[in-house]
């Protein structure tokens, strides 16, 4: 038997993300919402969102049979690609159904922004949320188990469902995603520069995307090298970190 309440999820945008395909392009960022671990739901993919998304999108969760005060909700941000050596969670936030009850009580929205924490524990970035704990309007449809983080969820321009898979979009319907997915692919247009022009161009294009590169693998070491220390030092202490590693379906 589930509970008398259900929470409503509107996940309005994100801001500094880390974007952690820097190796092969931008982040195709799109969030995974729950309370009970064996239901999961997500928004859409935000094909050019990269570190700064906006969903703008409304969740509806069945919450399980316990006490409201006990219950978390969690948010995790995730890349939707699969590149090699690419760990798809951006990051991770958790905001306690207790602080909702507290500050607004039961069928009132709460705004809040909540810090994303990377998988070893270091803020980075934020998350737009508004929540509301209320009385189930109609009957909740049966909650959509999201993919294994690095398997492109549905929308996304690399999703491809197995045959006979059935897999859907939360609530029906395929999802729309930001940009031009359902359009024609634009047309090439002619350079400007032509010949010999063009292979200067491509290659001062080059240099510049390198010099660029260069920056953010910089970047990339540094926060590595702290990353990295910061999940030994919780493997050293025997940390938990909660299921944020993505692992847990």
Do not use: C
Request: no cysteine; hydrophobic share 30%.
């Amino acid at each position: 038997m589930g509970s008398r309440y259900e929470i409503e999820v509107k996940l309005e945008s994100a801001r500094g993300l880390k974007n952690v395909n820097w190796r092969y392009g931008p982040n195709r960022p799109y969030a995974v919402v729950w309370v009970d671990p064996s239901n999961k739901t997500l928004t859409r993919v935000d094909e050019e969102g990269d570190t700064d998304p906006n969903w703008d999108e409304t969740l509806v969760i069945p919450l399980p049979p316990e006490p409201l005060e006990n219950l978390t909700l969690h948010v995790d941000v995730v890349h939707a690609g699969r590149e090699e050596d690419t760990k798809p969670l951006i990051g991770s936030a958790r905001l306690k159904l207790a602080e909702v009850l507290d500050d607004v009580g039961v069928g009132v929205p709460l705004s809040r922004t909540l810090k994303l924490k990377r998988p070893s524990g270091r803020p980075h970035g934020k998350v737009n949320v508004n929540v509301t704990v209320r009385e189930p309007r109609y009957r909740a449809p049966d909650p959509y188990n999201a993919p294994p983080y690095g398997v492109p969820p549905p929308g996304s321009r690399d999703y491809s469902p197995a045959p006979g898979s059935g897999y859907g979009y939360p609530y029906g319907g395929a999802p729309p995603v930001q940009g031009s997915y359902y359009s024609n692919p634009p047309e090439k247009k002619k350079s400007k520069f032509g010949g010999m022009g063009t292979g200067l161009a491509v290659g001062a294009l080059a240099g510049a995307v390198g010099g660029i590169a260069l920056v953010e693998g910089a970047d990339y070491l540094e926060d590595k090298i702290a990353d990295d220390a910061a999940e030994k030092v919780e493997d050293d202490l025997g940390y938990d970190d909660g299921g944020y590693d993505g692992d847990d379906f």
